[in-house]
């Protein structure tokens, strides 16, 4: 699924080129669970931005699904998201003053899904994550856990290939953040494709590979 050749990557401070990423090489097949580990500063960040066309690349090549993303112009890598890619962050980025279920609907309306297919979709996954009883909740009345669930299902509801995840537990206590994982394990048992970062070596055991970053490059690629 995931083909990453030759790449580099460089943020700019005025006059002061700072490399991060020196030469990635990395494959990716489809129904894998990976995570993203390294010290800070390491590039895991970046290079998960990359995966998730959330960023782009100064040199080397990077085929999503069989597409080259680095040739696509910036209106051709949004569709890429929209389509492909669910997004699950440290901070769920909830809308406060919604319910669930229409947090969930949010990326159908951008993909100017119908209002009752919308509704049908979300019910689905708000059964997937296991919320169906919490579908009108507003997120102050949901736990941390909870509102991460809101946040996991509302990146499955355009059926993408591919979950990016950057901290999911981080903000979560120990309860809640083996709950999320356990559920990232059924995710990926049915046959979504995970690319998650965490600084966790427990959170990490959790996934089917780990590969481990250090100044840039890959440092440990371990099953």
Known sequence: MISLHNIHKSYYMGDVTVPVLNGIDLSIDNGEF???MGPS???K???????GCLDSIDVGEYSLAGEKINTLDDKSMARIRSQHIGFVFQLFNLIPRISARRNIELPMIYANVNKADRYSRTTTVLERVGLSDRATHVPTQLSGGQQQRVAIARALVNNPDL???DEPTGSLDSKNGKEIMQLFGRLNADGVTIVMVTHENDIAACAQRQVHLLDGKIDQDTA
């Open 34 to 36: 990976v995570a993203i």
């Open 45 to 51: 960040t970046t290079l998960l931005n990359i995966i």
């Open 41 to 43: 500063g390491s590039g």
């Open 163 to 165: 979950l990016v995840v």
